[in-house]
């Protein structure tokens, strides 16, 4: 068995593609991606999409190999945006090794960023730019050591007396509390608007949405009553982010949004304790629901719901199916009813380059 394994870690450090430095994904002028790997012992290689097929063009692309080992395949021409991807290597399915890896799926995937030539508001700017810190805290809910991302807008370390409003965003489902920060390029979006003048200076809150109550049965994806997001956020990060960083602690001062499962958590918990936000956002993130019964029938009167939210913010890819369907009746149904709301509907699936928009459009609105 040791000669054996010897036998293939020599064959793949002799082979001459494992000399070569594998480039990554190369991206020509027709957004088609060019994917690489070397494996020379390996017998059918092939790119898993893992967004829509259109995204990449295809569901899945099977490699060729050439006379080194090296597998290759250039794609159809691909939707601008961040796309997950997978190998699979005779089977097993695998990050690529030359790509860059961010937190999806439940783990760490390799994504290509295929440019947007006509969208480039999340790209880092030659302007002032916000810190984004980790900041660790000790959670009773939990009982586990937990860690949040906090974005503080350029002038926060050199305007020492200023207070700023909060925005507690939110990732989507397999996701972690980096997302917003990696994929999301939210801090980049906001150094970009602030600097221009088009958003607030604001501090931007970013936890896990997965909150394990003790014991529970799948610490790390606790589903129903053993994820207890809801009472971390309201019993101990709010007061925590309140009297650790400069805010402006009150209703007025304070919002909610996420995407897809955190779209969700945006809806219930802000929607449910109006003391706590005046704004709230969901991004592909509402299915159908009785709106005269819903989130404690706060649909019911239109003219409370006004007088209660400042900003109420719907937003879902074009390309996202009956999830869009039903997300667009929805706006539809609250303005004929007379709720103020804002409607956000990018061409897109499923997918961060949709997302990155509606915060992009969102921050404009907020605290405003």
Known sequence: MKMKIFLLFSLLFFSPCFAQLMPGPIIDDDNRITFSICAPEAQEVKVINLSDSAALGAAEYQMAVDADGK????TKSCRAGLHY?????DGARVADPASPLYFGWGKWTSCVEVPDKELDFYLPRSVPHGDVRMHWYQSSTTATARKCLVY???EYDQNVTQRYPVLYLQHGAGESELGWTMQGKANFIFDNLIADGRAKPMLIVMDSGYAARPNAENPHRPRGDENVFAEL???ELIPMIDSQFRTLADRNHRAIAGLSMGG?????????????FASVATFSGAGRF????????????AVAFNSTYRLFFIGCGTLEGNRFTSM????????????RNAWSAPVGSHEWQVWRVHLYELAQLLFN
């Open 290 to 301: 009785d709106p005269d019964t819903a989130f404690d029938g706060v649909f019911k009167d």
């Open 233 to 235: 956020l309201i019993q």
């Open 264 to 276: 969700g958590q945006a809806l219930r918990i802000g929607l449910t304790n109006p003391e706590l």
């Open 152 to 154: 503080t807008p350029p």
């Open 71 to 74: 597998w290759s395949v250039t």
């Open 85 to 89: 991807y997978e190998l699979s290597i």
């Open 328 to 339: 667009k009746e929805l706006h539809e149904l609250l303005t004929e009813r007379g709720i």
